[in-house]
């Protein structure tokens, strides 16, 4: 059966809506006139792609406070800070008092720093890998609209804790761990929502390119978070967190009010509906061909819009009374059903050879500028956002790559997914990231901490 034969509707034609799922600020701008030479479906799509990248700009823009206001935590040479006035340390002295070659560092980072700055990072990737696999657990079952809405307000708030020790006069390391874990808990949410979000919307036949250009929004946001933060890092340091964590709480609540989580909500067909019915037929045929006869049915212009008519069963076709079909309904899968995906093992031990290089160059590069070169704090950090561009760079010529490499091996993949769906989803996302997370944070703590000792 070809995809013709069970193609009951266009792309771009309009179906029965959800309004409960379109958020207010959605439906403000569908009261708007659409340009002409855009289709319905490609606006959203357009809107979609820009949101999801802004959402996770704006998650690593986040994060890239701590590698920053390492240099302003625990400096190199004080001596350029002769004649400041300081804000007093914990016992109560004003730091130009102390005589020590640290005295303008931020206790309890004035002692064995780098040891201090490997756990804070080991305590972020750690709860962060964590947090993604119960995150995409959790992302399959709920609303994504209001789960990625959440996770991001929390994590800037979190985020904000960091730069209010600065205000709040805070020298207690139990403090800035506590603010770390719970921060990288809610950094997980991101990945586990925006990638099925781009899925609903795009599908499984252009998922290929479309990542590839959509992935570049990490290095994006590490430039802008390394810009940001380099603001204040020679001065008010709190607000080289604040400051992003301020952004992310914003991009929190823009999510609520504008992100649309799936194309049937507006009333579009979802972008695999082709493929899904493709599939489910020839599973149906496979199971019994007495069922070719059932599925030969003449398919008519316009599908039914009865809601009763949706099926429970899910990786099946429907077939009703008036020879209409519907499409089956995805159900999450486990950890373990996506530990079993095809490639998810392969792409975690690549991916934690290439983070364990990254994240080192993430946490430790502005130190090391800083270090070995006569620069100050936020021309160490500008520069190392210089790491990040050549990433973005990387990225787009990857993706021509990576364009090229799937239309050869789209056959291969189609005939694959009829006996092994494969399907972006949550659980899947978090369990090819998270197991690397947690190695490349324990290799560069202990690489770390050795060094130092």
Request: glycine share 6%.
């Amino acid at each position: 059966m070809s995809e013709r034969d069970v193609e009951p509707y266009r792309d771009d034609e309009s179906l029965p809506e959800n309004p409960g799922e379109v958020p207010c600020g959605a439906r403000l701008l569908q009261r708007f006139p659409r340009p002409s030479w855009i289709s319905r479906i490609a606006a959203y799509r357009a809107a979609i792609f820009v949101m999801t990248y802004v959402v996770y700009v704006v998650y690593h823009l986040s994060r890239r406070p701590l590698g920053v206001v390492k240099t302003a935590w625990a400096p190199t040479n004080c001596s350029k800070y002769e004649g400041l006035i300081r804000r007093p340390n914990s016992s109560g002295f004003n730091a130009l008092e102390r005589h020590d070659d640290n005295w303008c560092a931020w206790e309890p980072f004035d002692q064995n720093s780098k040891q201090l700055f490997s756990w804070l990072d080991f305590a972020f990737r750690l709860s962060y890998a964590l947090g993604m696999l119960v995150a995409g657990q959790f992302a399959e079952r709920v609303n994504l609209r209001m789960f990625l809405s959440f996770g991001m307000v929390m994590a800037g708030l979190f985020i904000i804790l960091n730069g209010m020790s600065y205000f709040w006069n805070i020298h207690v390391y139990s403090y800035f761990l506590l603010a770390q874990l719970l921060a990288g808990t809610f950094q997980g949410t991101g990945w586990p929502a925006v990638v099925p979000l781009v899925g609903n919307w795009f599908g499984r036949r252009r998922i290929g390119i479309i990542f590839g250009i959509w992935n570049s929004h990490t290095s994006v946001g590490n430039i802008l978070g390394a810009i940001i933060s380099a603001v204040w890092v020679d001065g008010e340091w709190g607000y080289s967190f604040i400051v992003p964590g301020l952004i992310t709480v914003a991009g929190g609540i823009f999510v609520y009010l504008f992100l649309i989580v799936r194309p049937e909500d507006v009333g579009l067909p979802h972008p695999d509906h082709k493929l899904d019915q493709a599939e489910s037929a020839a599973a149906l045929l496979k199971t019994s061909p007495k069922n070719a006869a059932t599925l030969a049915v003449i398919v008519p212009d316009q599908p039914s819009r009865d809601e009763s008519q949706r099926p429970s069963t899910a990786g099946m076709i429907s077939i009703t009374s008036e020879g209409t079909e519907t499409l089956p309904e995805k159900k999450p899968i486990s950890i373990l059903r996506a530990l079993q995906i095809p490639g998810v093992w392969e792409f975690s031990l690549c991916l934690f050879f290439s983070k364990a290089v990254y994240y080192t160059f993430f946490f430790w590069l502005p130190v090391y500028i800083k270090e070995t070169t006569d620069v100050v704090n936020h021309i160490a950090a500008d520069l190392s956002a210089v790491f990040d561009a050549g990433g973005t760079y990387t990225e787009l010529k990857r993706t021509l790559w990576a364009g090229c490499a799937a239309e050869l091996s789209a056959e291969y993949w189609r005939e694959l997914s009829r006996t092994r769906p494969v399907e972006v989803q949550p659980s899947a996302a978090s369990c090819s990231f998270s197991p690397c997370r947690v190695c490349t944070a324990w290799s560069s703590t202990s690489a770390t901490v050795s060094r130092s000792s």
